[in-house]
């Protein structure tokens, strides 16, 4: 898509995500909280509660305030992270859909994927290189801060910023370093997808590898690991691992992708008309070896394909009474793709219009044959060997 197109005035607003809040907009992109973080947020508030007695004694309930607010500036913190990514990528012309804080951080979520290296690399490196800054601004600003809680939460900006910073330029997938790497194998061999694929097993090495945290932190403490780092390093390990794994089945996905033609998985079609009934309309197609129906008007028009799950749950006893057009869905636009398309192309109308079958035309618009959702999943797992 070119950058006109891009910016177009008339391009909607991508839907909210289910269960987030919007609190406003950067870089032209919605920022959203989700749910999940203002759970986390008062459990922040909880945990320092005790610890802003200690440092100021007798705010009685305003401690949770006092805990909450920690909690707002901490997050704003990693807004600036993530305002980061999209004013990056917004420079380089890529419309960023929106940013989301979450419990265990934030995502900006950029429309799509860098089309070069140098892109990649610069929308991920300012990211930490922004939370590093922040860290090192708040302990100068530590020095000059009068003891108390104002004091403590400069402290805790300084070192949870960077520590966000310095563990996000871990590389590995999804982990802002990840991008990093996946920048620099991507201009080494030329290739996005085997940049993506390195940097995702980089990150599953990383997930494995933060499951130890917990007890390279005790040795080096000289403590007893304690249960609840465990549980934090699983949950950091389940987020890293998923996301790797997503990263590099998607690219495998795509390896495969130009490989992939609607043509060849086209199955014969049988055309009956629409007020034939079930077990009219099977044999007919038995008799044609056809491996799909659709529905014809009087002027022979195509007008719905047969549901393969439909006509199996009918039973048989039902079928000369059921006219077939019950068990045929109405062809809609996104329903009848052309016979030549292949690729990505593919893929994106598949996804556009989820269906388990569609009708394959000719240049002509008429009927070439039908493509199954199922045929197309077996041949991209038949080429994965
Ligand atoms: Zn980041």
Do not use: C
């Not at 009685?60 to 980061?84: D, I, M, Q």
């Not at 590389?171 to 194998?185: F, I, N, Q, S």
């Not at 690219?251 to 992708?257: D, G, I, P, S, V």
């Amino acid at each position: 898509m070119d950058r006109a197109d891009r910016d177009a005035p008339e391009q909607p607003r991508a839907p909210r995500p289910r269960g987030t809040v919007r609190v406003g907009r950067i870089a032209d992109s919605d920022v959203l909280v989700s749910g999940s973080w203002f759970l986390v947020a008062g459990l922040i508030a909880v945990v320092l509660a005790p610890r802003i007695e200690q440092v100021q004694p007798g705010l009685g309930a305003g401690k949770y305030v006092a805990g909450l607010a920690f909690a707002v500036l901490l997050y704003l913190s990693v807004l600036l992270h993530e305002a980061s990514h999209a004013v990056a990528a917004r420079h380089y012309g890529y419309r960023v859909t929106s940013i989301t804080l979450h419990f265990l951080g934030g995502m900006t979520a950029v429309e799509t994927e860098a089309r070069r290296p140098r892109d990649e690399l610069v929308i991920a490196v300012v990211g930490p290189l922004t939370s590093i800054a922040v860290g090192i601004g708040a302990v100068g600003l530590w020095f000059v801060t009068p003891d108390g809680l104002l004091r403590m939460a400069v402290e805790a900006l300084a070192g949870a910023n960077i520590l966000v910073g310095v563990l996000n330029l871990v590389p590995g997938l999804p982990l802002d370093g990840g991008r990093v790497m996946k920048a620099g194998v991507w201009r080494l061999t030329g290739d996005p997808l085997r940049g993506a694929i390195a940097a995702g097993w980089s990150g599953r090495v990383v997930a494995v590898l933060s499951l130890g945290w917990p007890l390279l932190l005790a040795a080096v403490l000289d403590t007893q690991p304690r249960l609840l780092d465990f549980v934090l390093a699983g949950v950091v390990a389940a987020f890293l691992w998923t996301g790797a794994s997503a990263v590099i089945a998607n690219a495998r996905l795509r390896q495969r992708l130009p490989r992939l033609a609607a043509r060849p998985l086209a199955r014969r079609v049988a055309l009956v008309p629409a007020d034939v009934s079930v077990a009219e309309a099977v044999r007919r197609a038995q008799e044609q070896e056809a491996g799909g129906i659709v529905t014809v008007a009087p002027d022979g028009s195509p007008v719905g394909i047969v549901s393969e799950a439909a006509l199996a749950r009918m039973p048989v006893d039902r079928r000369p009474w059921a006219a077939v057009s019950t068990v045929a869905r109405t062809l809609e636009a996104g329903l009848r793709l052309p016979v030549d398309v292949a690729g990505e192309e593919l893929i994106d109308a598949l996804r556009r219009r989820p269906a388990a079958e569609y009708l394959l035309v000719g240049a002509d618009g008429a009927p070439y044959g039908v493509l199954t959702a199922g045929d197309l999943d077996q041949a991209l797992r038949a080429d994965d060997r």
